[in-house]
T-cell receptor
């Protein structure tokens, strides 16, 4: 158990809908990262937050957005969902968001029908 | 730009025989390198990390990796495979400029009884 929690574990929804994925980092970690894992794209970094501020952006679509709240939990919002958004979404956390290792949550499996 | 290449997408070994999973990296700076393991339908777990201290790094579950600057390699080894080692393994380089994780494409390890 990494100490990073994600909810929900599974999510099934329809095209065009909007969903919110939630992540709670390990106690004491200030940085949160979001990743998408799909069969064709592999593991892709989406976005990083550090202590409530966006720090780095990866291959995140404009339909997707994220935020980190004062209690350090984070939410990833996915809107206007398409079939291709079906994937495993991971959250990870780290102490400082610099040269330290990341600890991954169990993931949320999103299925768009 | 930093990158990482996992040379084998699939590796099969018999139980009790050595494991070798190959990873080459590209980096302008002294890199931070990691190996993660992902069991089916689970999150990623950190096996070990290299951050410019000892070149031979010992990790969990009997795994170790050797950083070889001259060969730009960071191969993962284990003397004796166990059935529970069957999983997907990811080599990761941490970009020193952006602090982003850059993942390899993964190596799926199969352990035969």
């Amino acid at each position: 158990d990494s100490g990073v929690t994600q909810t929900p574990k599974h999510l099934i929804t329809a095209t065009g809908q909007r969903v919110t994925l939630r992540c709670s980092p390990r106690s004491g970690d200030l940085s949160v990262y979001w990743y998408q894992q799909s069969l064709d794209q592999g593991l892709q970094f989406l976005i990083q937050y550090y202590n409530g501020e966006e720090r780095a952006k990866g291959n995140i679509l404009e339909r997707f957005s994220a935020q980190q709240f004062p209690d350090l939990h984070s939410e990833l919002n996915l809107s206007s969902l398409e079939l291709g958004d079906s994937a495993l979404y991971f959250c990870a956390s780290s102490r400082s968001g610099k040269l330290d290792e990341q600890f991954f949550g169990p993931g949320t499996r999103l299925t768009v029908l | 730009a930093q990158s990482v290449t996992q040379l084998d997408s699939h590796v099969s070994v018999s139980e009790g025989t050595p494991v070798l999973l190959r990873c080459n990296y590209s980096s302008s700076y002294s890199p931070s390198l990691f190996w993660y393991v992902q069991h089916p339908n689970k999150g990623l777990q950190l096996l070990l990390k290299y951050t410019s201290a000892a070149t031979l790094v010992k990790g969990i579950n009997g795994f170790e990796a050797e950083f070889k600057k001259s060969e730009t390699s960071f191969h993962l080894t284990k003397p004796s495979a166990h059935m529970s080692d069957a999983a997907e393994y990811f080599c990761v380089v941490l970009s020193s400029g952006t602090y982003k994780y850059i993942f390899g494409t993964g190596t799926r390890l199969k352990v035969l009884a």
